[in-house]
């Protein structure tokens, strides 16, 4: 049951940000309204690429890992993506870079997306206990 819910929690994460993923690669100025950054002249065509890959491949990787077995390896790229970006951010703070509710938020959601993917494999690559018995079942590939 557990394992249900953790895959169903990695979906549904994985569909928000493929969303904004897919809407920052259509309408980049979406980016503004979502993070407050500027999108203008040639750095629209950047934000467009760099962000939208960020977002996708995390998102890609999160369902990957949650819906094929023998990919669960695939929760720890977006752990690491968002992990990456929130040592990023923590180094700003501590530079002096302004904080703003937006940047807090964004640190929140990033350290939760760390969470529940290392937790989602962690848990969903441990044995899972056979039903009917107290002992743990190991699926082999032949």
Known sequence: ????????????????????????????????????????????????????????????AAALGALVPGWLRALLVPAALYGTALVGRLFGVASGDPVNTGIIQAMIIEALTVALMIGSWWVLSRPQAAAGSGEASVDTVH
């Open 1 to 60: 049951m557990v394992n249900w819910v953790l895959r169903g929690a990695v979906l549904l994460w994985a569909l928000f940000f493929v969303i904004v993923g897919a809407r920052g690669l259509l309408d980049p100025a979406s980016y503004t309204e979502t993070f407050g950054i500027l999108v203008e002249g040639p750095a629209t065509n950047t934000i467009r690429a760099d962000l939208s890959a960020f977002f996708l491949v995390a998102a890609g």
